[in-house]
């Protein structure tokens, strides 16, 4: 085997090798990174739900037989919160002048965090 060769072959799978595994890796630290910044957001999110919401849905999302329903029971769509906290539904007034986006997304990792499966 050449010098040449043997350079070429030590250096081949290190370039093939290392960004391979740096991709393999960065959804798992992509997903850890989110679950620091969500659980960031839990505690303005908490605050800002028994100032604002836990009137009608009940402290710790428990309603008392209102007309409001169970958050623990939302679905896993965030889109979907968003758009009804801002635009309101059935009894719920629309509360997008009232609230910041930032507001909604902490309230969001709240009522997210205490879902139930």
């Avoid at 350079?7 to 850890?32: D, E, H, K, L």
């Avoid at 957001?41 to 209102?66: E, F, S």
């Avoid at 979907?80 to 007034?93: H, I, L, Y």
Wanted: positive net charge; proline residues 9%; charged residues 20%.
């Amino acid at each position: 085997m050449t010098r040449k060769t043997a350079r070429w072959t030590a250096a081949y799978p290190a370039a093939v090798i290392v960004p391979a595994m740096a991709w393999m890796t960065t959804p798992a630290i992509a997903q850890q990174q989110a679950a620091v910044s969500d659980q960031a957001l839990i505690g303005p999110g908490r605050t800002n739900y028994a100032q604002k919401c836990g009137h009608c849905h009940g402290p710790n999302m428990v309603t008392a037989g209102t007309v409001a329903p169970d958050l623990r029971t939302f679905p896993d769509d965030n889109a979907r919160f968003v758009a009804t906290v801002k635009q309101g539904k059935n009894n719920m007034p629309p509360w997008k002048d009232l609230l910041s986006d930032q507001e909604i997304t902490e309230l969001w990792a709240f009522v997210s965090s205490r879902r139930k499966p």
